[in-house]
């Protein structure tokens, strides 16, 4: 009896399940001889394969799952040349055909979707503008209109398309299709008033602040956007000074505004805190801390393994004390006659303090740089402060090196014993480590390349001389 009984019963379960597939993508794709079709879609700023589609007869795909996709704009991939075409998918409606060309795409019909319909649409619409626009051009080439009338004809057209676009907007709320134009549509600066500089600075305050104006952060579908991550680049990295204070301001306003859309949130919060943890520029290490101690140790982040997430907690917590601005962790070390040095004790208008070590190949090409950097900037109260992190037996390596790397103008100093612990206190992963600071031992710039120290320091000095200036002047 369960003989006769089991490919009945199996033969309803796949039936079952076809019939209740909640995709279901029909596709027709004439001309295309390849067996196999990708399908592909945008995830911050990777391109990833969504699954791997094969002929059911010639020209003809299909793709079926229970599992809804996630919404987004998507892509089937040609083979072998990845030539592609895009497809929307909502929440609702995941269910329609696909008919194309491979030899001419603007043959592509997209029926029982209807905000994919809209979509090509708007894409034959715009071919259709851009074709206006080539021929508004070429009529001021040929002189049979004047530029001044070539122009307003493009800003009449301009104005057109974005009322247009305004209209699909409006029609089509709530669908990725509209998001999309919406995310995409340009703005108009004001003109404001003042000098040339604080115009200038008013319009960036403003172009800044309206940026992502039309960019829902918190649609789950902007992820698998080809233009999610380019806004997201720009906004962090042309439009927010490089600095730690106010790429965190940026960071903040991003995620909180992606906190509705959880993989969107998750996707940034971990490819931020991977950015700004192998950054090169200098003081950036603050927004690492920043995200780790203000979102990742305050449990936002439950998709890290405890260990990996002790350790990034870890890290930050060692690493917040010596952050620029923060006043540099006391500690006491030896000179090579055994005489102390403690940091808060001694007096200079700027240290500098290399961590290093006689065998650290990097440290021998950075000592040249110092060494004529020490000479130079003596008189303006700069001393070079050495640390060398060799201990035990190791320890006296410290001292022929400093004369073999030509250190004898610098103050010298080590812990044999590692009593003071200041390796830890300042986070040495690797030598050199070069931070300067200001006569009360803030913290004015940290892991600092030894070639860049004379520059660094120029600036400084002509930054202090500058606010001493204004300070005289204000006082008369």
């Known amino acids: 009896m369960r003989k006769t009984l089991l490919p009945l019963i199996f033969s309803l379960f796949v039936a079952s399940v076809f019939a209740n597939s909640v995709v279901n993508i029909e596709i027709e794709y004439k001309n295309y001889e390849n067996d196999t079709l990708l399908i592909a879609y945008h995830f911050g700023e990777k391109i990833l394969i969504q699954d791997t589609l094969i002929a059911k007869s010639k020209y003809k795909f299909e793709y079926k799952r229970e599992e809804a996709l996630d919404p987004g704009m998507y892509m089937l991939v040609a083979k072998p040349n990845n030539t592609f075409f895009q497809f929307l998918v909502n929440t609702e409606d995941q269910e329609f055909s696909i008919k194309t060309d491979y030899k001419e795409k603007e043959a592509t019909e997209i029926s029982g979707s209807e905000e994919n319909e809209a979509f090509y649409s708007y894409i034959n619409y715009l071919s259709k503008q851009r074709v206006l626009l080539s021929e508004i051009d070429t009529l001021v080439s040929k002189n049979e209109i004047t530029q001044e009338e070539g122009n307003q004809q493009k800003s009449d057209l301009a104005d057109t398309v974005e009322a247009y676009q305004k209209s699909l907007i409006e029609k089509h709320q709530g669908q990725v299709f509209s998001m999309i134009i919406n995310a995409n549509m340009t703005f108009e600066v004001p003109s404001f008033q003042g000098s040339e500089e604080e115009k200038e600075l008013q319009k960036y305050r403003y172009y800044k602040e309206h940026y992502l104006d039309g960019v829902d952060l918190g649609n789950p579908a902007s992820l698998r956007t080809p233009f999610l991550h380019k806004k997201i680049d720009f906004y962090i990295d042309k439009l927010t000074p490089i600095n730690a204070d106010s790429i965190n301001l940026s960071l903040d306003f991003l995620l909180n505004q992606m906190k509705p859309a959880e993989k969107t949130f998750q996707y940034y919060l971990s490819h931020f805190l991977n950015k700004y943890g192998n950054s090169k520029y200098i003081g950036l290490d603050g927004a690492y801390v920043h995200l780790a101690l203000n979102y990742y140790d305050k449990g936002l982040a439950p998709w890290v393994k405890e260990e990996n997430l002790e350790e990034i907690v870890s890290n930050a917590k060692s690493m917040e004390p010596t952050l620029i601005g923060k006043i540099a962790p006391d500690f006491t070390t030896f000179e090579e006659d055994g005489d102390e040095f403690t940091l808060s004790l001694f007096q200079a208008d700027y240290t500098v303090l290399i961590f290093w070590a006689p065998d650290c190949g990097h440290c021998t090409k950075a000592m040249p740089y110092l060494v004529d950097f020490q000479e130079k900037y003596k008189d303006d109260g700069v001393r070079v402060v050495s640390i060398c992190n060799q201990i035990g037996k190791k320890y006296e390596t410290c001292w022929t090196g400093v004369t073999e ?61 500058k606010k001493s200036k204004e300070v005289i002047e204000e006082k008369g």
Do not use: C, H
């Open 405 to 465: 790397k030509n250190m004898m103008t610098f103050l010298n100093t080590g812990d044999q014993y590692m009593r003071s612990r200041v390796t830890s206190k300042y986070f040495v992963r690797s030598t050199p480590l070069i931070l300067l600071m200001d006569k009360d031992k803030k913290i004015l710039l940290s892991k600092i390349p030894a070639e860049n120290m004379d520059s660094i320091m120029m600036n400084v000095l002509e930054t202090e001389a």
